[in-house]
């Protein structure tokens, strides 16, 4: 019934009125007999479509008899065009065949990621996903229109959606939201990039079916399905590169029944090893990282029903620049001088502090039923995320980890969905959270964060409406949230609050079909978001911090903790509008999206000046609340020459501002145009090559607030004064670096075997070993970016 | 539906397993050991009483300004040693945190004081002091393993004239980086303040 639904979005309704009565149904899949969800069926003069489900399976219901002109097209595949004479009345098997050199892709709706499909999104998977292999999923994720990261050294990414991070993107781990201590701006998103056959991100914060917060997007980390017949198959990857020295490991294995159709498996690995990155002219020292990593599936699917079962483990270690480990003002304002950082030493595997050490666990179960026009999905997941951070500290404490946290995350996902009519679906939800944080005793720090428990419970209803080339959706949502707490203030005193949290959020969405090959989007949704624990209580200093941050709570004379009711605080609440224009061409594609996000009460860490301790002059943080705007341009095209070469172009422009302040606001990525030439050579044979050349040209940021250098506020205080009350507004303690273009080509050949295909890929970035510093990087301050990086891939899946 | 009774028992029993305790029940105090909350300059004449002043930052991290006493009332002419003493009050006083300065001479190869003061407020050593050039004298009375300089007790002569002006230290943390040439720029500050000073 689903199935019909999506008929319709693509059927006019003129067609349906038609006294015909014959059906086609079949299964689309790729050469390895993967059943490929969401390929689309369109009868091109009728320009009727369908779209293949989870199991590839397709349905053409209501045909005449005679001959229709079929097109089958899937992201990442090439295109089919064929005949079909209507009566065809045994199953229809459709085999595509990969499509290297498919650039733009397309994510069309697919069951388990349920993409509103009035949504504005782009996506990263097949060749693209493939070619972003052994990178972080933050780093992977800069490949995509929008997108960008935030990032705290060569292993350290955090996604950043039109301008804003962290909490404000909300991430979907195989259709769990991934919870972890995700306030910290270095603490990147705990998942294997290699579990995602697909990433896709929503720009529009119109996923109000996973959460209220996603004031900036959501990312869906997606799986490839699993298998659901007979037969085993894998992929190996093993990358190799220059830069840091690294190694990755990667695998799965699949396979299906034949006793039990239906019943399907995977288990998959990673191994990561890397040792110092090297900027240009020095090696960037301790910015080594490991991973572990593991996940296995099982899952058993009949035709209207099915369970997946799915746990994954992550482990990693990473390094944090040597040279950033500053105390003072002073340390600072020296840090900031060097041309080389400090502690600058050899080339070493070994991780030392500052690092941080993360494990995360989930364990997802999910089941799905169809019963008539009904649909009914539940899912579990469990976290558990233990974080714990080292510095150098006073003597034996340096083994002792300065922070530490254990949280424990419960979600439960229950939703209904009713196709009432052939116009018309609903669907119905709730979403439960429960949530507990822990100080891992024995830090002998005071814990930056109280330790809590929290539940969330929120309701959902969407509905969907297609009329014409029209399509409608409306959704609405609201959620409680209580957190209990317990910490410790700056005399190392117990706190204890209980907060309550409620709210509506909603969104407005209309796709409208321009004609076969082009649509318009526009969208207009609410979201909002509590400030977190973070943002409330901190106090003191983190890692690679080099300043004192006191909570939105703190009561700025005596730095008690006030209670909440009293304290004016607000919850963020964005309005964010966004248009899309898709035109998918054979030959040509692009995607321009616009958007104004405006962010009333937005909480961001402004300095507020110096204070004086016996290690020196610190200068301190106020978590602030302001009104802030973001908007801007996201383009994305590639055209193709002929059938050997193609053209790709990129860009994003972004303009934020703090309104209240009439400021810029610090850490906005700045402007950026990527462009590329492709050659591939013919695919059909048993070799293929293939040859790119891109180029990535980054402005400088010129919308960067006020500089105030470390040196200046010391200078100023010997003589009295306190340079940062005395200029308001925000400011960064070093300028924004210059703008840069890096260059990076690629080589790579395909060998089509058998039952097996191999792949090896040599690609250098930043060719030119440039030196540069990237603005959104926190380690600007203090070092260049990383240098020429040689990576070796060889990709075998059979 | 044999399936959704699978997952409803699936979920109650790993919610049996992992629901421990309430988190924000009763979170342990943590000791912290590493603020300095006080630190104690004596300088003892050869004779006489000897001249204390204190700097202290009750709340280590916290946000109070600290609290100098002073200034420094040296006599003329006069030779004092300078001995210098941490402590964390924030630690209780029979913990081993508690006494910082035990710590900073444990790990004396890491640790070197720095000093700054007023030209010629001092006979010996003259000169401004070895915070803005290492190469500058200062009489350090104590050595680490390596016979490096560390600093928690000095020798000082004041000058011979009446004067006034400052006169800093600065504690360096400078872990695999001390040497006989480390300037006050390498490592990071455990400890950074200025007193007044007056030579009568």
Known sequence: MRLAFLLLILIPFAGWAQLCSFRVAGKVEDERGIPLAGATLVLTKENKGVIADESGKFEFTQLCAGKYEVEIRYVGYQTITTSLKVPFNKPWTIRMESDSTSLNEIVIEDKHTNVALTSTYSSLSGKLLEET??????????????????????????????????????????????????????????????????????????????????????VLVNPAKLPTEAGIGGQLHTIVASNNGSGVISGFLEGGSKKWPGFGWRTQGTIKKAGDARASNYVLSNTGFEEQNFSLSTAYHKEKSGIDVFYSHFNTSIGILRGTAVETADDLANALERSVPQYTTAFTYDIKQPRQSVQHDLIKINAHLEKGKNEFRLQYGLQSNRRTEYDFRLGALTEIPALGFQLYTHTLDAEWQRTHSSRWQSSWGINALYQTNSKVDGTQTI?????????????????????????????????????????FDFKNKLYRSSIDFQNASGTVSVKRKLNNTSTFTSSISSAWRPPNMAELYSIGTHQSAASIEYGLLLNEITSEVKPYEKSGVKVEKALKWVVGYKVDRPRFTTEITGYVNYIFDFIYLKPRGVTQGLRGIFPYFRYTQTDASFMGIDFFSNYRINSFWTLTGKASYLRATDETQNDYLVFIPANRVDVGIRYESNSEKKWSWSAESKVRWVANQSRAPQVITPRQIIDALAQGIDLVSQRPGNFDFKAAPDGYALLSLSVGATCKLKNSKCEIRLSAD??????????????????????????????YSF | ??????????????????????????????????????????????????????????????????VLSGPINLAKNMPYTLTITLINELAATTAPEYNVTAEVEEEADEHLFFFAWTNNTFSNPTGNGNIDSRADVVNYNDKDTKNLPLGLSTAWIASGTASSGKFRILLKHQPGLKSATSTSADGESDLDVEFDLAVN
């Open chain 1, 447 to 487: 814990p930056f964060i109280p330790n809590f428990d929290h539940i969330t419970t929120g309701v959902f209803l969407v509905e969907k409406l297609t009329l014409r080339q029209w399509m409608l959706e409306l959704g609405l949502r609201y959620d409680v949230k209580k957190y209990d707490l317990a910490g």
């Open chain 1, 133 to 218: 292999m052994g990178k972080s999923l933050g780093e992977s994720m800069r490949e995509i229109p929008g997108v960008n990261s935030i990032q705290t050294g060569p292993a350290i990414f955090k996604p950043v959606i039109h301008g804003v991070h962290s909490q404000r993107v909300l991430i979907l781990n195989n259709g769990i939201r991934q919870e972890g201590q995700n306030w910290g701006v270095e603490h990147a998103p705990e998942v294997d990039q290699f579990i995602a056959s697909n990433i896709i991100v929503i720009k529009d914060a119109a996923a109000i079916k996973y959460g209220a917060d996603a004031l900036g997007g959501v």
């Open chain 2, 1 to 66: 539906m044999k399936s959704l009774r699978f997952v409803f028992l699936a979920l109650m029993s790993w919610s049996l397993v992992f629901l421990t305790g309430c988190s924000k029940d009763d979170p342990k105090p943590e000791n912290i050991p590493e603020a300095i909350t006080k630190a104690t300059l004596t300088f003892t004449p050869t004779t006489g009483d000897p001249v204390v002043v204190t700097a202290t930052d009750s709340d280590g991290d916290g946000p109070n300004v600290r």
């Open chain 1, 766 to 795: 930043n060719l030119t070993n440039q030196s540069f510093r990237e603005y959104t990087n926190r380690l600007r301050y203090f070092a260049d970016d990383v240098g020429r990086n040689i990576t070796l891939g060889v990709h």
